[in-house]
């Protein structure tokens, strides 16, 4: 590819995906209300807050490191961007990716939480600093069992680094499954989703690492969320469910898998309370990871002996 | 861009010393049988994230600099909300000892050009209050 297709590649992916992830933010909060005996937003609800948010005044407090405060956003919604192209390609254009790049994906990924913390502790609020504090635990408890359920999808495809490589589908097999459940609740808490929203908890520490934000930064985070709500679970998909094949009823089962893990994102949101800090470390740490080494001894015994289900 | 504002007000909810009765008629504003949501409106946990604030009580003169502060932290433009009687005339309070100024005579003195709804009521009906929105709307509309 040249320099012009790349370029393409990702403005294509980016905006592709920002709409998806747009469209996603209403689902999840109309499926919310719906789940809540309401009426909910309008289609176009996102759109609006998005516009309203760009036209509005930018504040910094008198205490923020007025770059890096400003900055941070940005280059999340860009990583998040990066991600969305490749995943795109893998899942579009198979065979175009590169070797390794599921861990440039996951790297990548690391990025957008990463600049929150960084966005947070740039602001100078001490609700802000106490929210960025939070995010930090939270990713080191997820990450552990995320790299460990991708770790499984990865002996599947027959220790292939590379996307869109999966032979057989690793969801349809003991290991693939457990490996399954782990990412889906590694998602949500890298969504920041309501067990796991302990960074922003709206009530204690008002919106912590968001709270100094406000106007165009505001509405890129917006955006930023919106582009990870769309790029998690098709990441999912590419690595465990078999990415998209392209016959109509492949398309097809593809949107319907990805909008019952947008679904699932939102039940878990709504059907849940948030769990304290200590809870969540505890709940990652001995509980999900024995989990997931579990299934990549599982998955490692399966590959030796040709057994398809284990 | 005034579309997009009037679709999509977000509600920062400041308590200036009220009963918490005006509160609670806030609150019942996202029950089911009222959605607010369905405005577009929601409510956030920072006054930065907001366009409307909805300001409950009487001002006392411990609430009066806070009142003040969250305003200036409202990004502009922005509506203020007054709930009840008592934010805005102070009601049964008015002329006691530990009163401040009123919401909005507190709020002009930070912005003389601050547009100020007034929703009467003690506390006042949710239908008032979704009344009240929809005129803010129509105000924004004449920005
Ligand atoms: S207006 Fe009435 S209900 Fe509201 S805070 Fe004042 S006294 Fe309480």
């Known amino acids: 590819m040249n320099a012009f297709g790349i370029i393409g590649t990702y403005i294509a992916a980016s905006v592709g995906t920002l709409a998806i992830g747009l469209f996603f933010r209403w689902f999840d909060r109309k ?152 990412a889906i609740i590694a998602m949500q808490a890298k969504l920041g989703q309501v067990p796991f929203d302990i960074a922003e908890a709206e009530c204690e520490i008002m919106s912590g690492v968001y709270a100094e934000y406000s106007g165009p930064p505001l509405a890129i985070i917006y955006l930023g969320r919106a582009m990870m709500l769309a790029v998690m679970p098709l990441l999912l998909i590419t690595v465990f469910w078999g990415g998209l094949t392209a016959t109509p009823w492949g398309i097809a089962a593809f949107i319907g898998k990805y909008v019952l893990l947008v679904v699932l994102v939102t039940l878990i949101r709504n059907t849940n309370p948030r769990l304290r800090i200590d809870q969540i470390m505890k709940f990652f740490w001995l509980g999900l990871a024995p989990l997931g080494i579990a299934a990549v001894v599982i998955a490692v015994i399966g590959r030796a002996w040709a057994i398809k289900w284990l | 861009m005034n579309w997009a504002l009037r679709k999509s007000l977000w509600v920062y909810h400041v308590n200036t010393g009220a009963c918490n009765n005006c509160d609670i008629e806030v609150l019942e504003l996202l029950t089911p049988k009222y959605d607010i949501e369905r405005l577009g409106m929601v409510l956030v946990g920072s006054p930065r994230h907001a366009d409307v604030l909805a300001v409950t009580g009487a001002c006392t003169r411990q609430a009066q600099p806070r009142l003040q502060e969250a305003y200036r932290q409202t990004p502009k433009p922005c509506v203020v909300m007054a709930i009840g009687v008592c934010a805005n005339a102070q009601g049964i309070f008015t002329e006691a000892y530990h009163m401040g100024a009123g919401v909005d005579v507190a709020i002009r003195a930070v912005d003389p050009d601050a547009i100020i709804v007034y929703v009467p009521g003690c506390p006042p009906k949710p239908e008032a209050m979704i009344a009240a929105a929809v005129k803010a709307m129509e105000l924004i509309k004449t920005l």
Do not use: C, N
């Open chain 1, 31 to 182: 499926a919310t209300a719906m789940v809540q005996w309401r009426k909910g937003p309008p289609w176009y609800q996102p759109i609006a807050d998005v516009l309203k948010l760009f036209s509005k005044e930018t504040l910094v407090p008198s205490t923020a490191r007025r770059t890096g405060f400003l900055i941070a956003p940005a280059i999340g919604l860009a990583a998040s961007a990066l991600v969305a192209a490749i995943l795109w390609s893998a899942v579009l254009m198979p065979g175009t990716g590169f070797v390794g790049d599921l861990i440039v994906v996951v790297y990548l990924l690391l990025i957008p939480p990463v600049m929150t913390i960084f966005g947070g502790l740039a602001s100078g609020s001490p609700q802000a600093v106490v929210g960025a504090s939070r995010e930090m635990k939270l990713i080191l408890s997820y990450e552990l069992p995320f790299f460990l359920a991708l770790l499984v999808g990865v002996i599947h495809s027959d220790w292939s680094l590379q996307l869109g490589q999966v032979g057989a589908v690793p969801l349809y097999s003991i290991s693939g499954a457990i490996a399954m459940v782990l």
